[in-house]
């Protein structure tokens, strides 16, 4: 468990916070309120392992995101509602209130901040985001991160892993984003690099993680993809997402990085699909790749978000995506962790050239935060929000870690 304390506190927001006590309680202070606000969809020991741990540290007030939050956030409903989740959490002893979040998005709590003031704000690795800690920095809040450690001898738990539906992979892209658009290969050719990655994570909706790519594969195959020649789903996955007449075509490096396990690149001459698909799936170098990548929750795109506008298309931009991607795999090959990372860099730098919209100024103050720490860095998809991608030697604090999913073993 790791422990944030702030360089300062917010002298309104402490006042606030004795003015709501009465004059025993200062002389007697009552338990620390501990706020933690989460899904808490299917409820299970890993839920409660996470609230004990919690109410070691004072009274546990639990904020649940609402029904349509929680739409927003990952595409779908929750399987419980949230008065059903209520229900269930509030009958818990170690939680001693719940209530439903008021907003939208990954900070849909605020309201429920001020009413509560809360001393600590407890997440768990998965649920915190530089937004959430800068957040309890201001209001001198005691920031604390969770390990997800389960109870006992019992199994870790998620709530993603109890949902069937999540055998589906979600995939990144590495490098040479766009250039699986043919009005971007046309100008000059080059690969996109993709891992497919294990649904370790409940990744959010909009997130540049082909979410949108994953339910269509959901709707064809329900439960896990097929046995089967990669390339021939993957070309089924593509074209059930566009069928035609789409406007939009999603890139069939979507379909290709969740079908194909490994690290693949996939090389595209103004067309959709792509001319090859070159796979490495070297146990070491999978494993490097692991341990190089990290990922820092940004929340998800807006509905509202256009990364096509102002688009500025040249020859000079597309080859220099293509030349960083192909920089990226021929480092990757040599597991050379300072090429690789340059690369990584580079990739970005020329698809924010073409596509300015696919970032802002808080996106630029989040990456200056890593600057001196990772070697590379980007957004998940189409960026505008999702994840901020890094690539390090050294651990990143609070950062997730993916699961690349390996090839199955012949029988």
């Known amino acids: 468990m790791k422990n944030f304390v702030p360089d300062f506190a917010a002298e309104k927001y402490r006042k606030k916070k004795m003015l709501n006590k009465e004059p025993e309680q200062i002389n007697n202070p009552p338990r620390p309120k501990v706020m933690v606000s989460g899904c808490f969809d299917l409820l299970h020991s890993g839920h409660v392992a996470f609230l004990q741990e919690a109410a070691q540290l004072g009274d546990v007030y639990v904020c649940i995101g609402s029904d349509e939050n929680v739409h927003h956030l990952k595409g779908r409903y929750p399987v419980n509602s949230q008065d059903e989740r209520q229900f269930m959490l509030q009958a818990l002893s170690c939680v001693h209130s719940v209530s439903v ?58 709530t993603t892993a109890l949902r069937v539906e999540c055998t589906i992979p979600f995939r990144i892209d590495l490098a040479g984003g766009w250039l699986d658009q043919p009005w971007v290969s046309c100008h ?37 993809l097929p046995a089967g020649d990669p390339e021939q789903l993957a070309r089924l996955l ?143 998809g189409a960026g505008g929000g999702g994840y901020l991608v890094l690539w390090s030697d050294e651990p990143v604090e609070n950062a997730l870690q993916v699961k690349i999913r390996r090839r199955a073993l012949e029988v």
């Open 101 to 158: 979040n008021s907003g939208v998005g990954i900070i849909d709590f605020l309201n429920e901040m001020d009413e509560i003031a809360p001393d600590v704000f407890f997440v768990n690795e998965d649920g915190h985001t530089p937004a959430k800690e800068a957040l309890c920095r201001e209001r001198g809040i005691r920031y604390v991160v969770s390990r997800r450690q389960p109870a006992g001898a019992l199994p870790a738990r998620s």
């Open 238 to 380: 593509f074209a059930y997402e566009n069928p035609p007449g789409t406007k939009e075509v999603a890139g069939s490096q979507d379909s290709i990085g969740i079908v194909f396990p490994g690290f693949n690149r996939s090389h595209y001459n103004g067309s959709y699909w792509p001319e090859r698909i070159d796979s490495e799936h070297d146990e070491a170098l999978l494993q490097w790749l692991e341990q190089h990548l990290y990922l820092v929750t940004l929340g998800p795109r807006t509905w509202e978000y256009d990364v096509l506008a102002d688009t500025h298309i040249t020859e000079a931009g597309a080859r220099a995506l293509a030349e960083a991607a192909e920089g990226c795999w021929e480092a990757a090959l040599r597991m050379d962790s300072a090429a690789f990372g340059a690369h990584f860099c580079q990739s970005f730098e020329a698809q924010i050239a073409m596509f300015p919209n696919m970032v802002d100024a808080d996106i630029f103050r989040m990456i200056d935060q890593y600057r001196n720490q990772a070697l590379g860095w980007k957004l998940s």
């Open 188 to 224: 000059f050719p080059g690969p996109v690099l993709t891992v497919s990655i294990e649904p370790t994570y409940d990744f959010n909706f909009r997130s540049g993680m082909a979410t949108s790519t994953r339910k269509k594969a959901i709707e064809l195959w329900r439960t896990a």
